[in-house]
């Protein structure tokens, strides 16, 4: 059975960076797809970034191209989101997500992927 644990939540300050990490386990886990999806209060979960299996492949929402990075180690199945200029619209519940195939578009929407953390809170104040 696929498991995923996020890191890294907390409370930041506008313009600050964080790291969320999510440990994934389970049959054959380096070969699915991993994704971040964000929920905030009353809005629905929205697509943040994924990244293909041998890693070399990311996608991001528009929102934060340009400030997000996800980056995966194979090694120690683990995928990494980097934030930077964290902004208070970056509050949110930050979720890992997993499946094994990926496509555009339907995999930028939640009810695409098949595995779901439980979710780590971000909340940027500014």
């Known amino acids: 059975q696929v498991q995923l644990i996020e890191h890294g939540g907390g409370l930041v300050q506008a313009g600050d960076s964080r790291k969320l990490s999510c440990a994934a386990s389970?049959?054959?886990?380096?070969?699915?797809?991993i994704g971040w999806f964000r929920q905030a209060p009353g809005k629905e979960r929205e697509f943040v970034a994924a990244?293909?299996?041998?890693?070399?492949?990311?996608w991001y929402a528009e929102s934060v191209e340009d400030r997000f990075a996800i980056s995966r180690d194979t090694s120690k199945n683990t995928v990494d989101l980097q934030m930077i200029n964290l902004k208070p619209e970056d509050t949110a519940v930050y979720v890992c997500?997993?499946?094994?195939?990926?496509?555009?578009?339907?995999?930028?929407?939640?009810?695409?992927?098949?595995?779901w953390g439980q979710g780590t809170q971000v909340t940027v104040s500014s």
């Open positions: 997500a997993a499946d094994f195939s990926f496509t555009d578009p339907d995999s930028f929407t939640p009810r695409a992927w098949a595995h």
């Open positions: 990244i293909s299996w041998p890693g070399d492949k990311p």
């Open positions: 389970g049959p054959e886990i380096s070969y699915y797809y």
